[in-house]
C-alpha cells in the first residue's frame, strides 16, 4: 500500500523557518489568517505563531449564519491553545443584502461570494494591521481545484501548499491541534451538511495516494492500474486536475508586444529581498 | 600543510549586489577573526540564486571595478565568490571565482547547467567548456558548481588533472520528505555523493551551500568537508545560517593514496577509447614515429628519378 511520507518533525522545521523567512524580507513582521476551525487553517496559525511569535499572528473567524456552530469553537480552541490575536466578524449582513437583489442564486454563488467575502476581509485587516494574509489551502484541494478562485485560494504565502490532506492531518496532530479538529469531517461548511468528500465522490486518504503517485512520482497510467487504482478514478481525477490549471495560473493575457509579463517578463516574487 | 578553511553558509539578498558585498565583507572579516586560511561562499552567492531576467543587470566581468573590489579583500585570506560573469562577448557564466593574494587566481564557468523539473539555468546562462585544476598558494584545486558534481565525469577529470581537493559553492534546493531521517533525500544524496567523491577519489571534498528562502523554495544548507577516508572534519546546520570551520590536512591525501592507489591505476586510454567507441567516433590511430632521415631519403629518391627521366630524355633526343 501506498504510503505517503509524513515526516513531521522536519515539515514543522521547514514550515516555521519558511514562514518566518518569506515574512520577514518584505519587512513586515505579522501575519493574518481566516480560521475556519478546520484542520488547515488550524495548522497554518500554529506554524505561523512558532515563526511569528503569537502576538504577531491575527485569526479572524468569519462566520455566516448557517454555519456549523463547531467551527467557531474549534477556532476558539485554536486561538487558546495558541494565544495568538482574534477578531470575529459575522459576514451574514454583507451576504444577505447581496442576495436580496439576486434571490435565484443558487448554493454555490452564494457559497463562492461567501469565501471572497472572506478574501476582502482579510486584506483589509493585513492593509488595517501591517500584515500579510496567510494562505491555507492545501495541495490536494489545489490540485484538483476544489476552492474558490480568488477566494480561500488568495494569500501572500501559503506554508501547506505543498502538503497533501493526509499530510495536513499528520502534521498539525504531531503539532498539537485538537484531534476533534484533526478527526472531523473536512467541509468547506459553506452551506448545511456539506463535506468535502461528499461533494468529491472519494476520500481525501485514497485521492493523496492517487497524486502522490501520479503527480510526485509521474507514474504512468500503466503504473497506476498494477499498483491498484481503478481506471474510472484515475480518469476521473486526471479531469479534475486538467480542466483546474486555470485555477492555478495567472489570467491569460494577449501576447502582443516582443516582451509579455509572466511570458518572457520574468522575475522572482522576492525580487530585491 | 594545514589550511583552515571556513565556509560561510549565508543567505543573500536575491538581485542585490550591494547588500551581498557588504554581507561578503563582513564574512570576512569574521573568517579573518577565525584565522580561517581560506573561505568558501556558496553558487551565486554574491546575487541570490533565482536571478532569472536580472542576470543582465548583475553580471560582472572580470575586469571590473566590483571584481576589482573583490579581489582587494583577499589579501590575508584565499575566498571562493559565487556570482554571474559576464564575457568580452556579452555571454553570461554562472561562476566560481579563487581569489588570492589580491587577485583572480582561478575562474569555473559552471558547465553542467540544470534546465528540468524546479530548474532553468540554461535559459540565462552559457555552459563552462572546460574542467580544469589549478594551483592555489596551498596546492592544487578544482573548482565545480554544484550540478557540475552531479556529473561524476568532472570529478573524475579534476582528480586527474592533479586535484587534491574539490571547492564545490552550491545552492542547493531542499526537497523530497522521507520518513525517518533528519534531512529532505536531496540532502541525503548530496552527502552519498559529497562521501562517495572525497573516498573513491581520494581527496577532499569541500561542499558550501546556501540556506534561506527565494519564491518559497528553501536551501538545506548543510554545508560540510569530508576528508579522503570519508571522515566528516566540519558540518553546518541544515535549513539555517552558519558559518563553519575545519582543518585541512592534505598530508591525508597522501596517505589515502599510500594506501589505496586508485588514481595511480586508472587507465586513461581505455576511457578515452571506449569513450569514443561509444560514441561512434573512430579511435585515434597511434602515431607512426617519423625517423629524420627517412624524408631526406624519399626527397633523393625523388631527384634520382627526376634525374633519371631527364637523362632518358636527353638519350632519346
Known amino acids: ?273 | 600543510m594545514t589550511i583552515r578553511i571556513a565556509i560561510a553558509q549565508v543567505n543573500p539578498r536575491l538581485g542585490d549586489l550591494q547588500a551581498n558585498m557588504t554581507l561578503y565583507q563582513e564574512k570576512i572579516r569574521q573568517g579573518i577573526k577565525e584565522r580561517a586560511d581560506l573561505l568558501m561562499f556558496p553558487e551565486l552567492s554574491l546575487t541570490g540564486y533565482y536571478v532569472r531576467d536580472m542576470v543582465p543587470n548583475i553580471a560582472l566581468s572580470a575586469n571590473s571595478p566590483e571584481m576589482k573590489n573583490l579581489a582587494a579583500l583577499s589579501r590575508e585570506l584565499s575566498f571562493v565568490a559565487g556570482l554571474v560573469e559576464e564575457s568580452a562577448d556579452h555571454r553570461f557564466f554562472n561562476s566560481a571565482v579563487y581569489f588570492e593574494g589580491g587577485a583572480i587566481r582561478h575562474i569555473h564557468r559552471k558547465v553542467y547547467l540544470p534546465t528540468y523539473g524546479m530548474f532553468d539555468e540554461q535559459r540565462y546562462f552559457a555552459r563552462g567548456d572546460r574542467i580544469r585544476a589549478f594551483d592555489s598558494k596551498f596546492g592544487r584545486f578544482a573548482l565545480l558548481v554544484c550540478e557540475d558534481l552531479w556529473h561524476p565525469s568532472t570529478v573524475y577529470l579534476a582528480a586527474l588533472d592533479g586535484a587534491l581537493a574539490i571547492l564545490c559553492p552550491s545552492s542547493s534546493p531542499l526537497r523530497g520528505i522521507v520518513d525517518g531521517q533528519p534531512q529532505d533525500d536531496n540532502a541525503r544524496y548530496w552527502e552519498m555523493i559529497n562521501r562517495g567523491y572525497a573516498e573513491t577519489y581520494s581527496l577532499f571534498m569541500i561542499y558550501g551551500n546556501r540556506s534561506g528562502f527565494e519564491d518559497g523554495v528553501g536551501f538545506w544548507g548543510g554545508s560540510e568537508i569530508i576528508d579522503p577516508f570519508g571522515q566528516q572534519i566540519a558540518k553546518a546546520k541544515y535549513y539555517e545560517e552558519d558559518f563553519v570551520l575545519g582543518e585541512v590536512s592534505l598530508d591525508t591525501v597522501r596517505r589515502k593514496r599510500t594506501m589505496a592507489p586508485l588514481l595511480r591505476d586508472e587507465d586513461m586510454d581505455l576511457t578515452i577509447n571506449e569513450l569514443l567507441r561509444v560514441r561512434g567516433r573512430p579511435a585515434p590511430q597511434p602515431k607512426v614515429q617519423k625517423v629524420r632521415g627517412a624524408k631526406i631519403q624519399r626527397r633523393k629518391k625523388a631527384l634520382k628519378v627526376q634525374e633519371s627521366k631527364k637523362i632518358s630524355r636527353r638519350k632519346r633526343r
Not at chain 1, 495558541?82 to 449582513?93: F, G, P, R, Y
Not at chain 1, 468529491?200 to 509521474?218: A, E, K, T
Not at chain 1, 476521473?236 to 516582443?258: E, H
Open chain 1, 1 to 273: 500500500m501506498i504510503q505517503i511520507p509524513v515526516n513531521t518533525t522536519l515539515l514543522r522545521r521547514i514550515l516555521v523557518a519558511f514562514v518566518r523567512n518569506e515574512v520577514e524580507k518584505t519587512g513586515i513582521r505579522r501575519v493574518v489568517v481566516g480560521l475556519s476551525g478546520g484542520v488547515d487553517s488550524s495548522l497554518s496559525a500554529l506554524l505561523a505563531a512558532e515563526a511569528l511569535g503569537s502576538k504577531n499572528v491575527l485569526g479572524i473567524m468569519m462566520p455566516y449564519k448557517s454555519s456549523n456552530p463547531d467551527s467557531q469553537a474549534h477556532a476558539e480552541l485554536v486561538v487558546q491553545k495558541s494565544a495568538i490575536e482574534s477578531l470575529a466578524v459575522d459576514i451574514t449582513s454583507q451576504i444577505d443584502a447581496y442576495f436580496e437583489c439576486f434571490p435565484e442564486a443558487d448554493a454555490k454563488r452564494r457559497g463562492n461570494k461567501m469565501a471572497r467575502e472572506r478574501m476582502t476581509i482579510l486584506y483589509d485587516h493585513s492593509a488595517r494591521w501591517n500584515a500579510l494574509v496567510l494562505g491555507t489551502s492545501n495541495k490536494t484541494e489545489l490540485l484538483l481545484g476544489y476552492g474558490t478562485l480568488y477566494g480561500d485560494m488568495a494569500s501572500a504565502i501559503n506554508p501547506l501548499g505543498d502538503l497533501y490532506k493526509t499530510q495536513v492531518w499528520a502534521l498539525a496532530e504531531a503539532m498539537g491541534v485538537s484531534l476533534a479538529i484533526v478527526q472531523k469531517r473536512p467541509s468547506a461548511d459553506l452551506w448545511v451538511g456539506q463535506t468535502d468528500e461528499d461533494e468529491l465522490g472519494f476520500s481525501y486518504r485514497d485521492v493523496d495516494r492517487l497524486l502522490y503517485c501520479m503527480v510526485d512520482q509521474r507514474y504512468t497510467r500503466a503504473e497506476l492500474m498494477a499498483t491498484g487504482f481503478a481506471e474510472p478514478f484515475i480518469d476521473d481525477i486526471s479531469r479534475r486536475i486538467m480542466n483546474s490549471q486555470f485555477k492555478r495560473r495567472l489570467p491569460v493575457i494577449a501576447k502582443v508586444s516582443q516582451r509579455t509579463i509572466d511570458r518572457d517578463f520574468r522575475y522572482s516574487r522576492d525580487w530585491g529581498k
